[in-house]
């Protein structure tokens, strides 16, 4: 599969104040989107099987915390071995301002590679309830002639009262920088090597 980003988007009174992809990489593609954020401001930590990261991000008193968590369950060496991660977020804000702060999770369906440009590759939403609470997410389904498999990028539908969001995109997608996100899609059945995956979710800090 492609390389996955997060990306992080400020807005105050309405009004976008701050836009970055949370990697210091410049791909080719995606050239309307902000990348190349500045390491200085990035601190990682490893305590296995947790890690975290710490994004103090540069002239906007925000803070941001990811924590990363790879499932180790004791004496189940089958379901510890499923290729799955969870990611927790925190936002401190130190304004003297209420901020809205979107983190958007992305990934290509695709392998980076020209082959991707066959096509074949698809994405599809589901939702998903279980104990009162509701999963929302995408499906992105990899059809390579040999070992088809399928992701998914899902979070809860509501955190903290917000509502998360997900989608499917072709392409540059300047509403990101614009809006703070991306626009729905209409799911097509083939989308190449332009597919991507993606799910966002807002709080007030």
């Known amino acids: 599969m492609g390389m996955p980003w997060f990306t992080v988007c400020l807005r105050c009174k309405g009004q976008t104040i701050y836009q970055q992809v949370l990697s210091m990489e410049r791909p080719s593609s995606l050239q309307g989107w902000n990348w190349g954020y500045c390491g200085h401001y990035a601190f990682y930590h490893a305590l296995y099987p947790r890690a ?3 994004y103090e991000l540069p002239g906007q008193q925000v803070v941001l915390t990811c924590r990363q968590v790879s499932p180790v369950i004791p004496h189940d060496y089958k379901d510890s071995s499923l290729p799955v991660a969870v990611f927790i977020w925190e936002v401190e804000n130190g304004r003297d ?3 809205e702060v979107s983190i958007m999770f992305s990934l290509q369906n695709g392998m980076g590679t020209k082959e991707d440009g066959s096509g074949g590759h ?3 939403p589901f939702t998903f309830q279980k ?7 995408v499906l992105l389904h990899h059809c390579p002639a040999v070992n088809p498999f399928t992701l998914a990028i899902s979070a809860r539908e509501k955190v903290k009262g917000w509502p998360c969001c997900c989608g499917s995109c072709w392409g540059g997608c300047a509403a990101l920088l614009r809006v703070g996100e991306l626009p729905a899609a ?3 059945k083939d989308g190449g090597a332009r597919a991507w995956g993606w799910h966002r979710f807002s709080a007030l800090a």
Do not use: C, I, K, T
């Open 186 to 188: 209409s799911w097509p």
């Open 97 to 99: 301002e209420d901020v």
């Open 131 to 137: 104990d009162g609470e509701r999963v929302a997410g």
């Open 122 to 124: 698809w994405n599809e």
């Open 52 to 54: 975290w990261l710490v």
